[in-house]
């Protein structure tokens, strides 16, 4: 479903919900058993040097909600609360780190609707990213407050959830035999062939907010894109590093300007969540659609793959900003 922009409505109860559309699943359109090229295991090789020290582990869990209809924005604030009640330091380094000067400083992790999967629907993926990736210590924590959480309930009769099974899933969605925190240098080709060279889709199926001077970028194009996702890696990189990234992602933006594009195809979309601390609804602008590169991402490719775990501008603990990477279909088989 879109929204018309002249008529924008909330995507609360669509791109958040859990139980997902059976027709937006990446791997019935791309396939799932494609052979896959390791990434070059260079350390000069330029992405490598940076995405090879941001780590993610995420999870898929499998929930059952009886009588909510549930949204990721219902299940972060809950869970939040909880964390936030049974340990505060542990909430302040998760969901604001301030960084010391050193440190992240972004929220260690995100929460998301699973792709579409009849077998396991409702499910969430949940995205632990950075240190928080790498401190079994914190997560022992993080599972005790999701605990919590389904005890306190969902909506406002605050019905109770359950996490009824989870497993850690890799880079290509598979689940893990035991749960390992992996490096966005791992991260796997989108499709098969040259991942470089194949036409690419960029597809946001859930808002994405990205904002300039103030206001937001309405049809976004891959420079705009590329900006986000520098800034968003930067995020989770050490200070010492911050000059050496700067100056590598003004020549990647610049790159971005020369990548031929089609124009961005989609409309507005909008996120309606509440506030518990505002006691009100806020409502979250933003554009779903889609972005064609026909001759391929270039040398980009890296960056782009990495963004479908980070995701990108505003609003990323809560699933908004994804893209789905994929193979742009032939002319006669587009929509």
Known sequence: MTA????????????????????????????????????????????????????????RVRLETPGVFATVPMLRGVWGA???????????????????GV?????????????????????MDWILIGETARRPDLQETLWRAWDIASGMGLGPHRIRFHL?????????????????????AEVRPFHDGDPGTTPLRLRFDAPVRLIRQGRLIDRPGLPDIIVSVCRRIRAFLPSARHAEWDAASRDWIETSRQV?????????LDLMRYSARQHSELELRG???????????????????????????????????QPKCMRLPPPNQQT
């Open 103 to 123: 440190g992240q400083r972004s929220p260690g992790y995100l929460l998301r609707a699973a792709p579409p999967d009849p077998a396991i629907a409702p499910a």
């Open 164 to 184: 009824r099974d989870r497993w850690a899933i890799d880079s290509n969605g598979m689940r893990l035999g035991a749960p390992r925190a992996w490096s966005l």
């Open 260 to 268: 031929p594009a089609e124009p961005w195809v989609g409309d507005r």
């Open 287 to 321: 554009v779903a659609g889609r972005l064609d590169l026909p001759g391929g991402p270039g040398a980009l490719w890296p960056l782009l793959a990495a963004a479908q775990w980070l995701h990108i501008g505003k609003g990323t603990v809560m699933g908004l900003g």
């Open 4 to 59: 018309h922009p002249r008529d924008p409505q909330s995507a609360d109860d669509r791109h958040a919900s859990l139980d997902g559309d059976a027709h937006s699943d990446p791997r019935a359109e791309h396939g799932a058993g494609a052979a896959i090229e390791p990434l070059p295991s260079d350390p000069s090789w330029p992405f490598a040097r940076f995405l090879g020290g941001v780590y993610v582990l995420p999870y």
């Open 82 to 100: 909880a964390l936030h009640d049974l340990d505060r330091s542990v909430y302040d380094s998760v969901f604001a780190p301030d960084g010391d």
